[in-house]
C-alpha cells in the first residue's frame, strides 16, 4: 500500500499512526508533487495502440509467466471508453511517454474503490491498483540483470510509478497498491510502498 491521502486512511482506520510519530509528520511524509514529473507523458491512445503493445511484449519477454493481449485486447483493457465521460466512473487509466513520435513507456493502473461503513465523514475509500507497465530504459542491454540498465530501469519506474501515484491522487484515489511481482521490487521501498497485513473485515 501507497498512502495518497493518509489523513483519510487513518481516520477511516485503514492504517494505524506508528508509535513516536504524529498526524502531521504522516501526512507530510506521503505527500506528493502536485504535478507529473515525465517530459512526454499522455493518456494512452488508439493510435498509440501498435508501438505500446510492441513496447509491452518486449518488456514482457523478459518474465517467465506473462499475460499475452491480442491487439484487440491489449485495445480492450487499456483504452478507455469513450461513453465513460465522468473521470470518477472510470476503471482503468492508461499512459504513455512519447519522445520524437515514439513510444518510450507505457503504465496503467486500474481503480477499485471499497464501500466504507458506519462512517459520517466518508462513505468510500478510493483504490488504485498498479496494472501493466513496461519501459525501454534497459534495452541497450544483452543481459537484464546488468548492473548498469538495472539502474537506469530503477530511475526510470521510479519515476513512472510515481506519476502513476500522482495521477491516481488527482482522480480521488486514497490510497495505491501494488504487488511484488514484475520489476516492482526495484521501487516499492523507494516510492514509501508498505506491506498489507492481511486483515480484511468484509
Known sequence: HRPLNWD???????????PNAT???????????KAT???????????????????????QSRFDI??????EEFIHWFINDKNVVEQDKRVVFSYVVESEGKVTDFFSFYSLPF???NN?????????????????ADFKFEDRFDKEGTSLLKQRLSTLVQDACII????KMDVF????????????EDLKFGPGDGFLNF
Open 66 to 71: 506473462v499475460q499475452e493481449f491480442t491487439k
Open 168 to 171: 491516481a491522487a488527482q482522480n
Open 37 to 59: 514529473k515525465t517530459a512526454g507523458l499522455r493518456e494512452l491512445r488508439l493510435e498509440d495502440v501498435d508501438q505500446a503493445l510492441a513496447l509491452f511484449n518486449r518488456y
Open 177 to 188: 497498491n501494488a504487488l511484488s511481482s514484475q520489476d516492482n521490487t526495484l521501487f516499492l
Open 23 to 33: 498526524k502531521a509528520e504522516m501526512v507530510a511524509k506521503y505527500t506528493l508533487p
Open 115 to 117: 464501500t466504507i461503513l
Open 8 to 18: 483519510k486512511l487513518y481516520e477511516v482506520q485503514f492504517t494505524d499512526l506508528p
Open 120 to 136: 459520517s465523514r466518508y462513505k468510500d475509500l478510493g483504490i488504485g491498483y498498479l496494472y501493466y507497465y513496461a519501459s525501454d
